[in-house]
């Protein structure tokens, strides 16, 4: 009996990556899917996809090399902390790695030709095939007719008058293919990636001057507002009960945690606790004041507790809200 060709899908569980599975399939190859998680990026939007394919789904985290490409990629990065070119390279090896050690024939993935202007052009998508390492054995369905013939289209593996050539910024073709397809649950487009967001990207590039950082400190910066207070201290001030609560999670030893006495306020989380100054937490207290709620016209002082347990208050200090054109000068970004 003729062995079942197999081929190995880039998964990040959006329409795009579900067709592209979907038109494979079609022609009868089997598919096995793999998904990258970091901080950044994760498998929460595949979870909710998943479903709708007939696929085993590989988890591979790339954390760690993800981190040493963002101190210094290659092909640069985006607008903001993205290095879509080196992280998207960074996937096809892993995928083709995957793909050698499950006996599969080529890679495909849901890109489509001009839908990102940094990773998915022509000069892109040929760096990325070359540096993988398997140039010629990754397949575009979605795009395959307006590039070049790849190793398995060639050899008969797959029916290129089956692919497509979709191209740009518009989704409309995807989603009449989803109609006819009857998929009806994927989620809306999206970017998905923390690095693409501005506001994230220069809280993870402040995070970077400190000589070590944690993984949980990165995770740390989808919270709250942040305030630099020294070169390796920070302060992370929450915006509503859930974020308080969440920041309550990421308290450890040597970290020290504010809120108000006697008013409705944040918690307010300073991390890198071990060269604390008695003026560092004055200026804790002063920025927590400043969030409580408070009558704002009356600049009248308020009680702040601090804790270096959850359990267990140090004491509590009286402190004005922190002005505001200092408050500017320390905050990161909210």
Same mark, same amino acid.
């Given at each position: 009996?003729? &062995?079942?060709i197999?081929?190995?899908?880039?998964?990040?569980?959006?329409?795009?990556?579900?067709?592209?599975v979907? *038109?494979i399939?079609k022609q009868?190859?089997e598919?096995k899917?793999v998904?990258?998680?970091t901080?950044?990026f +994760?498998? #929460?939007?595949t979870?909710?996809?998943?479903k709708?394919? $007939?696929?085993?789904? /590989? %988890?591979i985290?790339i954390?760690? /090399?993800?981190l040493?490409?963002?101190?210094?990629?290659?092909?640069?990065?985006?607008?903001?902390m993205?290095?879509?070119?080196?992280?998207h390279t960074?996937?096809?090896?892993k995928a +083709?790695?995957?793909?050698?050690r499950?006996?599969?024939?080529f890679i495909?993935?849901?890109?489509?030709l001009?839908e990102?202007?940094?990773?998915?052009?022509?000069?892109s998508?040929?760096i990325?095939e070359r /540096?993988? =390492?398997?140039?010629?054995?990754?397949?575009?369905?979605?795009?395959?007719? *307006?590039?070049?013939?790849t190793?398995?289209?060639?050899?008969? *593996?797959?029916?290129r008058?089956k692919?497509?050539?979709i191209?740009?910024?518009?989704?409309?073709?995807?989603m009449?293919?989803?109609?006819e397809m009857?998929i009806?649950?994927?989620?809306s487009?999206? +970017?998905?990636?923390?690095?693409?967001?501005p506001?994230?990207?220069?809280?993870l590039? $402040?995070l970077?001057n400190?000589?070590s950082?944690s993984?949980e400190e990165? /995770?740390?910066?989808?919270?709250?507002?942040?305030?630099?207070?020294?070169?390796?201290?920070?302060?992370?001030?929450?915006?509503?009960k859930?974020?308080? #609560?969440?920041?309550?999670?990421?308290f450890?030893?040597g970290?020290?945690?504010?809120?108000?006495?006697?008013?409705? +306020?944040p918690?307010?989380?300073?991390?890198?606790?071990?060269?604390?100054?008695?003026?560092? %937490?004055?200026?804790?207290?002063?920025?927590?004041?400043?969030?409580? $709620?408070?009558? #704002?016209?009356? &600049?009248e #002082?308020v009680?702040?507790?601090?804790?270096?347990e959850?359990? =267990?208050?140090? !004491?509590?200090?009286?402190? !004005?809200?922190?002005?505001?054109?200092e408050?500017?000068?320390?905050?990161?970004?909210?």
């Amino acid at each position: 009996m003729k &062995n079942k060709i197999k081929a190995v899908a880039l998964f990040s569980g959006g329409l795009d990556s579900i067709l592209a599975v979907k *038109l494979i399939q079609k022609q009868g190859i089997e598919v096995k899917g793999v998904n990258f998680i970091t901080p950044f990026f +994760g498998v #929460e939007k595949t979870c909710l996809t998943i479903k709708n394919l $007939d696929m085993d789904l /590989e %988890i591979i985290d790339i954390t760690q /090399e993800l981190l040493k490409i963002l101190r210094n990629p290659k092909h640069g990065l985006g607008k903001n902390m993205n290095p879509c070119i080196d992280c998207h390279t960074l996937m096809f090896k892993k995928a +083709g790695e995957y793909m050698t050690r499950i006996g599969a024939s080529f890679i495909l993935s849901g890109e489509v030709l001009g839908e990102r202007p940094m990773s998915q052009n022509r000069n892109s998508l040929s760096i990325i095939e070359r /540096e993988s =390492g398997f140039e010629g054995r990754i397949l575009r369905p979605l795009s395959a007719l *307006l590039l070049t013939e790849t190793i398995p289209e060639k050899k008969g *593996l797959v029916n290129r008058n089956k692919l497509l050539d979709i191209s740009g910024r518009s989704r409309k073709r995807q989603m009449k293919l989803a109609v006819e397809m009857g998929i009806e649950d994927y989620p809306s487009p999206a +970017g998905g990636c923390k690095l693409t967001e501005p506001i994230f990207a220069r809280r993870l590039g $402040d995070l970077f001057n400190q000589e070590s950082f944690s993984l949980e400190e990165i /995770e740390l910066l989808k919270l709250g507002r942040h305030f630099r207070l020294s070169r390796d201290i920070k302060l992370v001030v929450g915006r509503n009960k859930e974020e308080n #609560e969440k920041i309550k999670e990421y308290f450890q030893e040597g970290d020290f945690l504010f809120k108000a006495k006697n008013l409705k +306020g944040p918690v307010s989380l300073l991390k890198k606790g071990t060269n604390v100054t008695n003026q560092l %937490i004055d200026k804790s207290c002063q920025i927590t004041a400043r969030y409580c $709620d408070r009558n #704002e016209e009356e &600049n009248e #002082e308020v009680s702040i507790d601090y804790y270096r347990e959850l359990k =267990g208050m140090i !004491k509590s200090r009286k402190v !004005k809200p922190l002005i505001e054109e200092e408050l500017e000068s320390l905050r990161i970004q909210d």
